[in-house]
């Protein structure tokens, strides 16, 4: 079976200042990892996805990820905030193979202040 | 290429009325998932289909929830009777499943259309 863990509901920034969402999983096998993005009242849009090649993972506007087994984490970053980053963000893990559901975490609020 | 189209945007019905949710996935996509999103939380999975045939819905409530995918392609969703706790908003993703690493068909990202919100009073 497979879970997922995002350790903070909330996380606020500065502008310009550095951006940590915390992700732990779960997975029997070998996971896939992503990072998807909702901001309000739009769709769900893929940040980002780890499946079993480079274990740092470089997605759009500047976000990463880098997968770690032995800590069982896949936290998303990003060097310097930008207001439009303000959104909802869910780490998403699955079992690896294909055919396994997708499985969401509870999703962080990221709030970026001026 | 064309995303997943989801209808209607928008639904309001009463408790204990039927309702009805369609989805057109990307075309070729194999794998097709209905998820619900309540309010402040994140999607929870109802029912997955690998072409026509359901590999998952251990949390799709039965006695009130049916979905089917005929043909393997367009999906319906149905709520029957409605109740007050099923307003949230519902999502039809798919998903290609082609991506090959070391032998193995891994499982691909999923692609969301814009939802359905269900209000229920």
């Known amino acids: 079976a497979q879970s997922v863990t995002q350790l903070d509901s909330h996380v606020s920034v500065s502008e310009g200042t550095p951006v940590l969402l915390r992700c732990n999983y779960s997975s029997s096998y070998s996971p896939s990892l992503f990072w998807y993005v909702q901001h309000p009242n739009k769709g769900l849009q893929l940040l980002l996805k780890y499946t079993s090649a480079a274990t740092l993972v470089k997605g759009i506007n500047g976000f990463e990820a880098e997968f770690k087994k032995s800590e069982t984490s896949f936290h998303l970053t990003k060097p310097s905030a930008h207001m439009s980053d303000a959104a909802e963000y869910f780490c998403v893990v699955s079992g690896g193979q294909a055919g396994t559901a997708l499985i969401f975490g509870k999703g962080t609020t990221l709030s970026v202040s001026s | 290429e064309a995303g997943v189209a989801q209808s209607p945007r928008y639904k309001i019905i009463e408790k204990r009325q039927s309702v009805a949710f369609w989805c057109n996935p990307i075309?070729?996509?194999?794998?097709l998932y209905w998820y619900q999103q309540i309010l402040g939380q994140g999607p929870k999975l109802l029912i997955q289909?690998?072409?026509?045939?359901?590999?998952?819905d251990s949390q799709l409530p039965k006695d009130r929830f049916s979905a089917e995918r005929l043909k393997g392609v367009d999906s319906t969703l149905k709520i029957q009777p409605a109740k007050l706790e099923d307003s949230a908003v519902y999502l039809c993703a798919s998903s290609s499943n082609r991506e090959v690493y070391r032998d193995r068909t891994l499982n691909t990202e999923a692609f969301f259309g814009q939802g359905t919100r269900l209000t229920v009073v």
């Open positions: 289909f690998q072409n026509n045939g359901v590999v998952d």
């Open positions: 075309s070729g996509h194999a794998t």
